[in-house]
């Protein structure tokens, strides 16, 4: 029973950087996907980023080129650096962590509590 628990939001300005990270409760061993969700102020939840356990890489269209997923298997971590952020990227920020290819198609998986990013001058 994984509990994923993310951190690193805060207030920034346009044009800023922050850098997400997401520690699993326990030890993970296998990987399916592991990403990074947002949701607005009365918006859907939306994909951001997904990193595979063989390494390959998703990431939504307008982020795409300022946000990067990596995961520190040493550390048992995955962050999400994002870069030049833009206002429309506020959002409360979810880590989310599936482990086989059968969960994830039925929507299984764990989710953090969520971060909150704020991008305003």
């Known amino acids: 029973q994984v509990q994923l628990v993310a951190s690193g939001g805060g207030l920034v300005q346009p044009g800023g950087s922050l850098r997400l990270s997401c520690a699993p409760s326990?030890?993970?061993?296998?990987?399916?996907?592991m990403g990074w969700y947002r949701q607005a102020p009365g918006k859907l939840r939306d994909l951001v980023a997904t990193?595979?356990?063989?390494?390959?890489?998703n990431y939504a269209d307008s982020v795409k080129g300022r946000f990067t997923i990596s995961r520190d298997n040493a550390k048992n971590t995955v962050s999400l650096q994002m870069n030049s952020l833009k206002p429309e990227d506020t959002a409360v920020y979810y880590c989310?962590?599936?482990?086989?290819?059968?969960?994830?198609?039925?929507?299984?998986?764990?989710w953090g509590q969520g971060t909150q990013v704020t991008v305003s001058s």
């Open positions: 990193l595979s356990g063989s390494g390959g890489t």
């Open positions: 326990e030890s993970i061993l296998s990987i399916y996907i």
């Open positions: 989310y962590a599936v482990t086989s290819l059968s969960d994830y198609l039925r929507g299984f998986g764990a």
